[in-house]
């Protein structure tokens, strides 16, 4: 009698391959346009580290773009740009001494293949998100289930667009709160602590998540505090430790700097963000995109940045509190990512500051949630109407080339149209975090 083959590790492999080959033929396509201004100020900070030091790049010294602005984002960030930065050149010389060629002058090499490093560390953690969420899905309720979270990622545009395209890093720091997750279930309470606080070290974006993931944590690890205090020890002093190559006062150096990298760049009360704050402040024939209200303007005596908070606390304080009295039943996994993806969305529709990428965390988590789901359906609609959303408002930020119908940019640019999917987003907020609320108050 013949064995019956397991054909579902070749299909596993096939579905990982595919969307690896996929963003490779998206980054090989944006090579023949012009480079986008966040990642030219990504090569710029790499080469200054490489020339001159990682500190030099929290200064304006050294700048070649972007001369006003240095370094924005946590010494993580610039360790992994530094890092694809020094393969990139390592790769160089080799190619060089290969073609018997003076390193640096070929053209399609100070280029092409720069750009394509350093796209390279969010590719590398896009198919990563992928396998934490086969992982964490398939021990619940089955390979095929995982294999349905692993795609909604790896073949969703939000995420491809994002790394591939974009160049963005906002992969990067998510994998490491999956993983973080991943460990926590998995009861590694230490490992999911620093994988977490080496995600806020890469980015701040996911610093909303704290008070949830701590509380999260506590009851996961039975009331535990030792791991957990344990957990936070290493991580404040791994922190400190990978801080030295930037500051021999790491400690210092942190306090003064982090609260410049959280003010931001820019102080509108939303950075191109479709969010409710562009839907309350931009209503067709009031404003043209150019003109949105700064944080410290005053509505009703409080500041926009203010009220921003209010309306943060609002919405999360239900959920925080749900969080506590119904602990038993949202410490489920698909009740946990259902939390986070609430949390994402309040994030990056109420507080300020938000910039048009930071929806981008409920992606991967909301992914999860319609793996764990039997009847998804539902959930499956929200998914997609906020994967159209939200890509009208990465579209409107940035994109690579010139699209051949003209009429397209006439509607992408249209009040109008910018102001209802910030509306259309605002209401669907309100109908999955309905349900969001409902699932949590569910008695066991």
């Not at 620093?194 to 009851?219: E, G, T, V």
């Amino acid at each position: 009698m013949k064995r019956k083959i397991n054909k579902f590790p070749y299909f596993l492999g096939a579905i990982f391959l595919g969307a690896l080959i996929v963003r490779i033929l998206l980054i090989h396509w944006t090579l023949a346009f012009g480079n986008n201004g966040d990642l030219t100020r990504y090569e710029d900070w790499a080469r200054i580290a490489h020339v001159y030091s990682y500190a030099d790049t929290y200064t304006t010294k050294h700048l070649s773009v972007s001369i006003s602005f240095p370094n924005n984002q946590p010494p993580g960030s610039l360790y992994v740009l530094s890092g694809a930065y020094e393969s990139y050149i390592l790769t160089g010389r080799i190619l060089a001494r290969l073609t018997h060629t003076t390193a640096g002058s070929l053209t399609w090499v100070n280029t092409y293949l720069q750009h394509i490093f350093m796209k390279s560390p969010p590719l590398i953690t896009d198919m990563l998100m992928g396998v934490v969420a086969f992982l964490l899905v398939a021990k619940e309720v089955g390979r095929k289930r995982g294999l349905m979270a692993a795609s909604l990622i790896l073949f969703n545009p939000v995420i491809f667009y994002n790394s591939a395209i974009w160049g963005q890093m906002d992969s990067i720091n998510n994998f490491f709160f999956l993983l973080a997750l991943f460990f926590a279930f998995r009861h590694h309470p230490i490992l999911s602590m620093l994988s977490f606080a080496i995600s806020l070290y890469i980015k701040l974006s996911l610093l909303p998540f704290l008070p949830f993931y701590l509380i999260f944590l506590f009851f996961q690890n039975k009331k535990k505090l030792t791991p957990i205090l344990i957990g936070v020890l290493v991580s404040i002093g791994g922190i400190l430790l990978a801080t030295i190559p930037v500051s021999h006062s790491p400690l210092a150096w942190l306090m003064t700097q982090l609260p410049i990298i959280t003010q931001g760049e820019l102080q509108n009360i939303t950075v191109a963000a479709f969010n409710f704050w562009w839907a309350a402040t931009c209503f067709p024939a009031v404003c043209n995109g150019n003109n949105i209200p700064v944080v410290n303007q005053l509505f009703w005596g409080i500041s926009l940045h203010t009220w921003g908070y209010i309306l943060f606390a609002i919405f999360s304080l239900p959920l925080m509190f749900l969080q506590v009295t119904r602990i038993k039943k949202l410490i489920t996994q698909k009740n946990i990512f259902l939390l986070f993806s609430l949390v994402a969305l309040i994030t990056f529709l109420f507080l300020p500051n938000m910039h048009d990428r930071y929806m981008y965390p409920f992606f991967p988590l909301f992914a999860v949630v319609i793996a764990l789901t039997k009847k998804n359906t539902m959930y499956c609609v929200i998914f997609c109407l906020f994967i159209f959303l939200h890509m009208s408002n990465l579209l409107y930020s940035w994109y690579p080339t010139y699209f051949p119908a003209f009429f397209f940019y006439q509607i992408l640019y249209s009040t109008i149209f910018r102001w209802a999917i910030s509306a259309i987003t605002v209401v669907i907020f309100g109908w999955v975090y309905w349900i969001g609320l409902q699932e949590s108050a569910k008695t066991i």
